[in-house]
């Protein structure tokens, strides 16, 4: 059975960091690509990071590049994201997702979340001007 587990999420102020984690179980996590989504109210889905497999490979929304970083420790199953220089525009609930359909890689369209079939239940983070 496919668990999400994320955690750290919190409220900070404007410039202030956080890092979120993704505790993952019932699949080979070093196998799968692996992604942050964040969601704001009244807002859509928008995807956040993606890295492939080994870790090596990694991409970002334009809206978090230089400020938000994706990582994995394949050897404990867990997915990070550093989130450093926050806005209040970051404020969402922030999901991770895993996609098992294709082992070894990344789909190019990421971003659009269709391709993730496994999600957690969410961690908030709340940035204050």
């Known amino acids: 059975q496919v668990q999400l587990a994320e955690s750290g999420g919190g409220s900070v102020q404007a410039g202030g960091s956080l890092r979120l984690s993704c505790a993952a179980s019932?699949?080979?996590?070093?196998?799968?690509?692996m992604a942050w989504f964040r969601q704001a109210p009244g807002r859509e889905r928008e995807g956040v990071a993606v890295?492939?497999?080994?870790?090596?490979?990694?991409d970002y929304a334009d809206s978090v590049k230089d400020r938000l970083t994706i990582s994995r420790d394949n050897a404990k199953n867990i997915l990070f994201l550093q989130m450093n220089s926050l806005k209040p525009e970051d404020t969402a609930m922030y999901y991770c997702a895993a996609d098992l359909t294709r082992p070894y890689y990344c789909t190019r369209y990421w971003a659009r979340g269709t391709d993730f079939g496994y999600w957690g239940q969410g961690t908030q983070v709340t940035v204050s001007s």
């Open positions: 890295i492939w497999p080994g870790g090596t490979i990694t």
């Open positions: 019932g699949y080979t996590f070093s196998r799968n690509c």
